[in-house]
């Protein structure tokens, strides 16, 4: 069963606060190289591989070979726990056209660094909304910026409903007419 490195305890004035575990050097110095200097841990989970997966106030960090890779929270689309594989998925976002990129991590429980993925993630998103093109089927337009600075930049992208095909002449068009929409009312 994978470790979990976040417990809670009472302080002396009473209040429940949440400590971290040691973690393993490995993991903090793969942690540190990957963000070119120091991020501290909030929650991390160890793998059935024996590797772990920590997450930052700014990033995920995934097990990539024999080092860790950093993924700020805006450019994790979704994520996905799969209780009968014991598989947490994380899927990135990526250019238009190009599919998802997927990252699954074998766990037995996500536990606490589950919480925080879907957490960061949330508060990742500025604007979400959908915008009909072709009857009520349309384009979702997401900007999101890394919760960890409120000055970041907000990344935009869109995904077209499903039965729209992207070859249908002039939908792409419309969908980034209305991705420059939304973005001009937001002003961001």
Request: glycine share 12%; no cysteine; charged share 30%.
């Amino acid at each position: 069963m994978g470790r979990v490195g976040v417990g809670a305890g009472w302080d002396d004035g009473g209040v429940l606060r949440l400590r971290r575990s040691v973690w393993p050097p490995e993991l903090v110095e793969g942690v540190r190289v990957a963000a070119g200097g120091r991020d501290d841990i909030l929650a991390a989970v160890q793998l059935t591989d024996e590797s772990w997966v920590a997450g930052t106030r700014s990033a995920v960090y995934l097990p990539d070979g024999d080092k860790v890779r950093r993924v700020g929270w805006e450019a994790i689309e979704r994520a996905a726990w799969d209780s009968e594989e014991s598989v947490l998925r994380v899927f990135e976002t990526t250019a238009f056209g190009t599919p998802l990129r997927s990252t699954d991590l074998a766990v037995d429980d996500p536990g606490r660094f589950g919480q925080l993925l879907r957490e960061r993630v949330d508060a990742s998103i500025v604007v979400q909304r959908h915008v009909p093109l072709v009857g009520k089927k349309g384009v979702r337009i997401v900007g999101r910026r890394n919760p960890a600075t409120t000055d970041a930049p907000v990344a935009w992208n869109f995904v077209l409903d499903k039965g729209l095909e992207p070859n249908r002449p002039g939908l792409i068009e419309q969908a980034e007419a209305a991705l420059r929409s939304v973005r001009d009312e937001f002003g961001i």
